[in-house]
């Protein structure tokens, strides 16, 4: 059925009611000033009377039902179809894929009507999907970055792997760079399914009570072959008999991220220092470093995924560890803060709420 017909067909409709509404109340009215003028006054009427005013009130009530059908199209046509054929437009250059897509407010004089309620509603989510759409372009683009580079220098040393006159030292450093790249990958996807595990809220959290300093020293002291290996100086000041009652794997990844990326941008003979205090009602763990440090332009990014500061990729990372550490820290409750300063280093803080004290450590 075609759409003229439909608006037809709904058009005689609202007539039908209209019309029936309007004759039922003027019956009723009429009814009840004729019972009124027989009982009260003693008027009587006669047959021909009678017919007339049925008449009479009969084209009164199509004349009515008419004009009211007539002010009901055109309130619909100006109130009700216009704001809602934009509406549509603006749904149908979203289906299309055009997030740019916005709509105009509907200024009208029933300022009740919900549909400037509606738009502001649609706007807002064509602003989320816009957004949406930029982070999973900026993803792709990224993640092919990523999974490329890798796997190129696994290519090429693999292809002079297979020369035949290779020395028993060459052939060892082109199978170490294979292996390093690989894991370089390996630890890329592995962070990717983490960080979406996070993201789609598919882990949650297992709370237990435990030792935070001691968790702490754990994770610390498996990057001692890379402290060692670099010659750089370890402070640390951890503050004994904290304790947290949250999730130790997932905050494991923190300490873990923080540490790597501490170590990784220091340079030879720097120092990094791991402090654990009680402030209030929290526990603050604050991870510093004598590095490159970073501006305040990167700072407002440095949790974004794929964000690096060092744009240049000399350093190898794939900017999802600090977009992992934030993740983590919201699902627990805390809270995370970076100070840096370009050639001198940076400090990562995390606020995490202590267990109440007194209580006895249940995996004591």
Not at 44 to 69: D, H, P, Q
Not at 184 to 195: E, P
Not at 198 to 223: M, S
């Amino acid at each position: 059925m075609s759409r003229e017909k439909k608006r037809l067909l709904a058009a005689i409709r609202r007539y039908v009611v209209f019309f029936l509404l309007i004759a039922f109340v003027i019956s009723c009215c009429m009814l009840l000033f004729l019972h009124t003028m027989q009982t009260s006054v003693g008027i009587s009427f006669t047959e021909k009377g009678i017919k007339t005013a049925a008449i009479l009130t009969m084209g009164n009530v199509l004349l009515l039902s008419l004009l009211c059908t007539v002010i009901d199209v055109v309130r619909r046509r100006f109130m009700v179809e216009r704001p809602v054929r934009r509406i549509a437009e603006g749904a149908e250059k979203i289906m299309k894929g055009d997030f740019s897509a916005r709509i105009e407010p509907f200024r009208s004089i029933d300022s009740e009507s919900g549909f400037d309620t509606i738009i502001e509603y649609f706007n807002r989510m064509a602003e989320e999907l816009s957004g949406v759409e930029t982070l999973r372009t900026d993803f792709i683009s990224n993640v092919s970055h990523e999974l490329k580079t890798p796997l190129a220098v696994i290519q090429n040393y693999g292809t002079l792997l297979q020369s035949p006159d290779l020395t028993e030292a060459q052939r060892m450093e082109y199978a170490k760079a294979i292996t390093e790249q690989s894991r370089r990958l390996a630890d890329l996807i592995s962070n990717i399914l983490k960080l979406n595990r996070l993201e789609n809220q598919q882990i949650y959290p297992v709370t237990k009570r435990y030792n935070l300093g001691e968790q702490l020293a754990e994770c610390l002291l498996n990057f001692e072959s890379t402290w060692e290996k670099k010659n750089i100086d370890i402070e640390t000041d951890l503050e004994e008999e904290i304790f947290v009652e949250s999730d130790d794997e997932l905050l494991s990844l923190v300490w873990n991220n923080l540490f790597s990326n501490a170590l990784k941008f220091t340079e030879p003979g720097g120092t990094v220092s791991v402090t654990l205090k009680t402030e209030g009602d929290f526990a603050a763990v604050r991870v510093s470093d004598t590095g490159c440090g970073i501006s305040k332009e990167t700072g407002k990014h440095i949790f974004e995924k794929f964000y690096q500061g060092d744009t240049s990729h000399a350093t190898q990372g794939n900017g999802l560890g600090l977009a992992l550490v934030k993740r983590v820290v919201d699902i627990v409750g805390g809270d995370i803060f970076v100070e840096s300063e370009v050639g001198k280093g940076s400090s990562f803080t995390v606020k995490i709420r202590r267990a109440a004290d007194g209580e006895i450590p249940k995996d004591s």
